[in-house]
């Protein structure tokens, strides 16, 4: 009997996971979809609520335009298709630990999935952060500092992107405790580097907000300050893993 008779079944795993990855996405695009499709009828709703911080600044005679065709009907859908994205994140990160986790040792999975829950409460945080706090000085600084023959009307797709750049800087800064956490974890890092390199890091962190926010002092403070706060929550946490750590490597390496 010959070899070829044999089946191959060396690609079977590999196979496998491409299979299991497949389905995990199909499985996110229909979250996204049907979020989407029941969303989609409250579109203009939405871009309402997103536009009225900058509508209750404007003067009476001013409002949002629309220079071209189509961005009346398009802004709303694209920003109708970002919440759904954003609502269905923990459903897609869910998908994603379910595709990694069974290689994962039982220690690692104890590390990791406090860090991705984690993670996602500091990212809905940093957005709910930038709308409720941040976004309406930044507005009214642009409003307040244009001349005076001057009326301020923002076309509707580029306070749209305006708007989802802000949340995204202050999502993702937000993740900061996170970072420091897995810089120390995995062992990049020490914690006692981190706190020596303090001042430097105070310093990158107003730059850093100096750069991403809009170009007025007070949406650089209301980011800097936070960050700053937020990496010594995440040097604090780091601090107790580490005195921790020992006896959770002793475990991890008897099982």
């Given amino acids: 009997m010959s070899q070829?008779?044999?089946?191959d079944t060396t690609d079977t795993p590999l196979m496998s996971h491409f299979i299991e990855l497949r389905s995990r996405f199909i499985r996110m695009f229909l979250a996204v979809l049907l979020v989407f499709l029941g969303l989609v009828g409250f579109s203009r709703e939405l871009y309402d609520f997103i536009s009225n911080p900058l509508v209750a600044l404007l003067p009476a005679e001013a409002s949002l335009i629309a220079t071209d065709v189509a961005s009346g009907f398009l802004a709303p859908i694209r920003l109708t298709f970002f919440i759904a994205l954003f609502v269905t994140v923990?459903?897609?990160l869910a998908q994603i630990w379910g595709f990694i986790a069974p290689g994962?040792?039982?220690?690692?999975?104890r590390a990791a999935l406090p860090l991705l829950l984690s993670a996602i409460v500091l990212f809905y945080t940093g957005v709910a952060f930038a709308y409720f706090i941040v976004l309406v000085p930044a507005l009214k600084f642009f409003v307040m500092f244009a001349p005076d023959n001057v009326l301020p009307m923002t076309d509707i797709d580029s306070y749209l992107s305006f708007v989802l750049k802000l949340f995204a800087v202050f999502g993702v800064m937000f993740e900061i405790p996170v970072v420091t956490l897995i810089l120390v974890l995995m062992r990049l890092v020490s914690v006692q580097a981190l706190a020596d390199k303090r001042r430097y890091i105070i310093v990158g962190c107003f730059a850093v907000a100096a750069v991403v926010t809009p170009p007025d002092g007070a949406s650089m403070l209301m980011l800097a300050i936070p960050m700053c706060l937020l990496f010594e929550l995440?040097?604090?946490m780091a601090k107790?893993?580490?005195?921790?750590r020992p006896s959770d490597d002793l475990e991890a390496d008897e099982g």
């Fill in 90 to 92: 923990p459903f897609i």
């Fill in 104 to 109: 994962l040792y039982k220690h690692e999975k």
């Fill in 4 to 7: 070829a008779d044999f089946p």
């Fill in 234 to 236: 995440g040097l604090l």
């Fill in 240 to 244: 107790v893993l580490v005195r921790d």
